[in-house]
């Protein structure tokens, strides 16, 4: 055979040897560990899943949609989740190139000096192809299938953690929302209980007053102090937080100005669907099975360990002892080595190979069914949350009104004379308390909003990388 055909004609011999089934177990995703049905019964809404609604849909504060730009610009771990995603697919480059051959050219000189003193040079030039395993049991395949489902994993890791930084951002902003709300509130009591501490001051100058009410007045106005106090520290706690998230600096016109009857999303209710179609599309389910797949691949790595190994060797090219003769006709050369490698006794090693491949898929299976059952607790969490909220919104409302009627009525009665001042601090207690329950109530909605929306893979929607097989 010339040489000039030698190369391509091995090339295509070992591909075609090469186009061999790999002996990975068929892949079946195992069954879903958890109910068929939410066990909250769900009303029916809208056909529009939250995966399919992306976060600028959701998120309807301009200022709020602005700072999770930022925060998907410059947050810190998901740019290591989105190089991680980098690496894996460089991972899966390398491993894919073992699936072809590696050609390379060589040129070389050869000088020996013999004992008479005279020197002979040899010259060469070759292009071959060094060690190529000829994958006649899918060996390398499975290794590349496995390559494949870690690189796409990867990327299902990384909007994972997209979701959950939108998330963190919108919670991270309405908690400030609600502490600054709850400063704002707790300096108007401030205020309200120091012009009633110097009114009894007065009063108990004049003697009308008792040592008690003003003792109780001061209690007041302290306790009111102490919470603006804490209350600022909060604040300047939750803005640190959020720059964290954001991952740079804000300028306060960047803070939330509403309060927390102020919503930051749509109002429309996620619809729930079933389970089996909601989790199955959430990315961390889906990362989870991913490294399944990868698992069930490598199985069939090392089985094939347990079968011949052929690697092919074979260079062309031409040598002269003299370089001007390099190229000329009569010069050409060829070599051509395959090598095959049977175990026979390896001391049980492959044996505890596969046994560790298929562990590790028995590992990867649970795995996979604790991501399912988590996902689902996550949404029937939010569920069971989101159909309480409304009525403890609802009910509180009625509290701080009732509360306030209570306060206007220990005013009256005290300015009449007919209650002491000990029953109008109690109102006003109490009416502090309703307040800033409401503030409590109204953010635990607008979070649950935002967790839900999370947990049904709000946002999810996006195609995955395209792979390359």
């Given at each position: 055979m010339s040489s000039k055909f030698l190369i391509p004609t091995l090339l295509a011999a070992s591909l075609t040897l090469a186009g061999c089934a790999s002996l990975a177990p068929s892949y079946e995703r195992p069954a879903t560990p958890v109910a068929t049905q939410w066990p909250v019964p769900q009303a029916a809404t809208t056909d529009t899943k939250a995966a399919d609604i992306g976060w600028r849909e959701f998120f309807t504060d301009p200022r709020l949609q602005q700072l999770i730009e930022q925060a998907l610009a410059n947050n810190r771990d998901l740019r290591v989740a989105v190089l991680n995603v980098?690496?894996?697919?460089?991972q899966y480059g390398v491993q894919r190139a073992d699936r072809l051959p590696s050609v390379a050219a060589g040129a070389?000189?050869?000088a020996t000096r013999a004992p008479g003193g005279s020197i002979t040079r040899q010259y060469t030039a070759t292009l071959g192809v060094s060690a190529y395993e000829l994958d006649l049991f899918g060996r390398v395949k499975s290794l590349n299938d496995a390559a494949l489902q870690q690189?796409?994993?990867?990327?299902?890791?990384?909007?994972?953690?997209?979701?959950?930084?939108?998330?963190?951002?919108?919670?991270?902003?309405l908690t400030l929302a609600a502490d600054q709300e709850r400063l704002r509130l707790a300096e108007q009591t401030l205020l309200a209980r120091q012009d009633s501490l110097?009114?009894?001051?007065?009063l108990q100058a004049a003697g009308v007053s008792s040592t008690l009410d003003l003792r109780q007045a001061e209690i007041a106005a302290e306790t009111a102090q102490s919470d603006v106090a804490s209350l600022t520290a909060q604040v300047a706690q939750d803005r640190n937080a959020l720059e964290l998230l954001v991952g740079q600096p804000l300028t306060a016109a960047q803070w939330p100005t509403?309060?927390?009857?102020?919503?930051?999303?749509?109002?429309?209710?996620?619809?729930?669907?079933?389970?089996?179609d909601v989790l199955l599309a959430r990315p961390d389910v889906q990362q989870a099975e991913r490294r399944l797949q990868a698992a069930n691949a490598n199985i069939g790595a090392a089985r094939a360990a347990f079968f011949p190994r052929i690697s092919l060797t074979a260079s062309a090219g031409t040598a002269s002892s003299e370089l001007d003769g390099l190229f000329r006709s009569g010069s050409g050369l060829w070599s051509f080595m395959p090598q095959i490698s049977l175990p026979l006794f390896d001391a049980g090693r492959n044996s505890a190979n596969l046994k560790i491949a298929q562990v590790d898929r028995d590992i990867a299976v649970a795995q996979y069914e604790k991501s399912i059952q988590s996902a689902f607790r996550d949404v029937a969490d939010a569920l069971a949350q989101r159909a309480t909220l409304g009525r403890q919104v609802a009910s509180q409302q009625r509290l701080v009104a009732q509360t306030q009627d209570a306060l206007r009525l220990a005013e009256a009665r005290y300015e009449k004379g007919l209650d002491d001042r000990l029953a109008t601090l109690d109102a006003q207690r109490s009416l502090y308390a309703a307040q800033q329950g409401l503030i409590a109530a109204r953010l635990a909605q607008q979070v649950n909003r935002v967790t839900l929306y999370k947990a049904l893979g709000g946002g999810a929607g996006a195609a995955a990388p395209q792979s390359a097989s």
């Open positions: 980098e690496r894996a697919q460089a070389g000189q050869t690189y796409l994993a990867s990327d299902d890791a990384r909007r994972s953690a997209q979701i959950g930084l939108v998330a963190q951002v919108a919670g991270g902003w110097r009114l009894t001051q007065r509403a309060g927390t009857d102020t919503p930051v999303t749509q109002l429309a209710e996620l619809s729930a669907g079933l389970p089996s």
